[in-house]
Structures are given as structure tokens and as C-alpha cells.
């Protein structure tokens, strides 16, 4: 049964920053692209950033974009998201998930192009 598992999150001030991790267990990660997602209380589901699986093309919301970086390390079978400059508006559960595309150049943060998901990882950014 493929995993995926975020671990990174918690309580952090804004203007700090935080890494989330998202390992992979009993499948390859190399083999898809891999998104992020976010849920605030209250709000649906957003998709933030995403890494193709080929080339290292990426994609941001504009939300996001300048502050976050999304990044994959396929040796250690591990995709990672760096948040820096964070935000009250941040907080929300972080998810991440693996998708496939015909162009495996490129991604986008359709959410039905992704195959599995993670159980998330909580982030609260308090003043």
C-alpha cells in the first residue's frame, strides 16, 4: 500500500519559517509529479506549488509565490516544501501528493490529476 507522509509542521511566529518533508514508502516518488495543498479552517482545499516529474518544472500560487519553495530529493525518496516569510493566513493543514501527467515536464495543482495523498501536517502561524 503506497505512503505518503508529511512531517515538518507546528507553531511557528510569522516572519519565521518551516520545512516540510513528505517521504514516500513502498512506491517510487521518482515516477510522478508532487503537489501541495493546503486547508484552512473553514475554507476548501487549496493547491499551492507542485514539481514535475521531469525537468524539475515547478508551478505557484500567487499566494505563495516569492515565500515557499518546493523541492525533491528522488535518492531519498522525499519531496520537500520550504516555507519562509510565513504568514497568519498560512495556517492550515499541508498536504502533499503525487500525480501523473502526460507531459511529465510539466504539473499543475488539479487535484484530481493526483493518485495519493498524505494525512497532512498541521501549521500555525501565531502572533
Known amino acids: 500500500q503506497w505512503q505518503l507522509a508529511e512531517s515538518g509542521g507546528g507553531l511557528m511566529q510569522p516572519g519565521g519559517s518551516l520545512r516540510l518533508s513528505c517521504a514516500a514508502s513502498?512506491?517510487?516518488?521518482?515516477?510522478?509529479?508532487i503537489g501541495w495543498f493546503r486547508q484552512a479552517p473553514g475554507k476548501d482545499r487549496e493547491g499551492i506549488s507542485c514539481?514535475?516529474?521531469?525537468?524539475?518544472?515547478?508551478y505557484y500560487a500567487d499566494s505563495v509565490k516569492g515565500r515557499f519553495t518546493i523541492s525533491r530529493d528522488n535518492a531519498k525518496n522525499t519531496a520537500y516544501l520550504q516555507m519562509n516569510s510565513l504568514k497568519p493566513d498560512d495556517t492550515a493543514v499541508y498536504y502533499c501528493?503525487?500525480?501523473?501527467?502526460?507531459?511529465?515536464?510539466?504539473?499543475?495543482?488539479?487535484?484530481?490529476?493526483?493518485?495519493?495523498w498524505g494525512q497532512g501536517a498541521q501549521v500555525t502561524v501565531y502572533s
Open positions: 501528493a503525487v500525480g501523473t501527467f502526460g507531459d511529465t515536464s510539466r504539473c499543475d495543482v488539479t487535484e484530481y490529476e493526483y493518485v495519493a
Open positions: 514539481i514535475s516529474r521531469r525537468d524539475g518544472n515547478t
Open positions: 513502498r512506491f517510487t516518488l521518482d515516477d510522478y509529479a
